[in-house]
């Protein structure tokens, strides 16, 4: 097929389904809940749905897929991405992993709820695996029904896409569709069952392969089938690593290492928490995976989390995910320790994540001010400060770094007039006391003289900061406000925020109001300030 063409018709998709060649599978056709030994995945088909709809999809993704503009728009795809109809070269299957589950070993957990399609070797070459989420129950589902809801779905499609366009690596959505069925969700636990939308998400990603994958075939001494994923996962996901050996193994280990440091910067830099960083929802590519209980950072608080699941440990807080994500590598350097059998270089290469992310979150904290370079003498302190009186009362996180932007470095500005630049930042305004003015003046005074030390006008540098410090993110209440109205059947908001969301770091005048702080209302609303991992 010459490259110029675009698919027309769906069943024109090549899929290359090398995992399911390579490696073993269950071999009992029954989809019944179960423990899976000795196998990566279990073949299932989707649940039919009554009355699939077409909500929303990502363009760009279909660009991936090299699809025609009308197809996404067409009967069949909604047939298709609703999981009623497979086209020529579709294989769906469930995959096996297992995970630590808020720092405690929790065995087999595995797709319970994610149907993978195959992948697709696009017109690029590039392989994309397409995963269905909500299609169904599968031999992993455990007590559950396999199947999602509209809100989880509108979150986990829209964030994707807000991520990417943020410039994160991330597992991408490509379509959003009502299945027409109710599912019954106790959205608290708190004794409330009610019936909702069904929603099936579509994602797209290089390979879904999570920490977990790993974990399980370790924690049953399954070894040669961890050989077996391992080798697979380098050869097909790491190729420029060479064929695997334990060299490889270690090198492999460290370049988790480093992607997975890369991605914990770029989450901190925009104010993303996960919400449930769990190893089973860490991505061997380093790609945000997972879109639960996930939040947005209005107030800088390094202690929020939205997951009330986790309100009382707070295990995985804004503030937290860097050291997280280092305990998760540890465990997965526990896990394919038996291919390695010496600690010394997996130790190595967890060291590596730690100076990795000392430096790439240097760069990215000087980015967010405008500095050429972090200048760790000057910087240090500079830094520790500002983050003291950013969550010393309420601040908007994204608000504040665009307004530090227009901050003139000029000697002779006038303190009074900085802060009242910065003044749409503060929630209360009434916490700007004498007392924290008079620090925040300092504050602004030694950031003039750090500016003045670099070679930069002030138009040059807000024009780098704002390439970092985004205006929109999808704040929590932004995407529950979408939710609320596809609740009623009306998915412009969906569109709209989509479309906001491809452009982040852009002005976008008329846009504005999405870039407000957080309204009062929204502060203590479920969906908005917490969210639980029911979905
Ligand atoms: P999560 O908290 O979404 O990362 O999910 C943890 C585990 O629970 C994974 O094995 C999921 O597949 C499974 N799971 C979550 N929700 C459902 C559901 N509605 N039905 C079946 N399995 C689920
Ligand atoms: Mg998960």
New binding site residues.
Partial sequence: MSPSRKIAHLDELVFDNRFLRELPADPEPLNTRRQVLSACYSRVQPVKTAKPHYVAHAQEVAELLNLSEQLPLSEDFTQVFSGNRLTPGMEPHATC?G?H?FGNWAGQ??????IYLGDVINHRGERLTLQLK?AG??P???N?????VLRSSVREFLCSEAMHHLGIPTTRAFSLLLTGDTVVRDMFYNGNPKPEPGAVVCRVAPSFTRFGHFQIFAARREIELLKQLVDYTIRTDFPHLGEPDRDTYIAWFKEVCLSTADLIVHWQRVGFVHG?M?T??MSILGLTI?Y?PYGWIDNYDPDWTPNTTDSDERRYRFGNQPQIAFWNLGQLGNAIYSLIEEVEPLQEALSSYRERFETSWQTMVAQKLGLIAYEQQTDDDLCLELFDLLKAIETDMSIFYRKLALISKNPNSEPENDINTLMEAYYLPEQLTAGYRSRLTRWLMNYRKRLQKDDLEDEQRRITMNAVNPKYVLRNYLAQQAIDKAGEGDFAMIHELLDLMRHPYDEQPGKEHFAVKRPDWARRRPGCSMLS?S?
């Fill in positions: 992993y995970g589950q957990l595995g797709d319970g709820r994610a909500g129950p599968t992993y589902s455990r559950a029904d396999g199947l999602a449930v769990n089973d929802n997972d639960g991992c979905s």
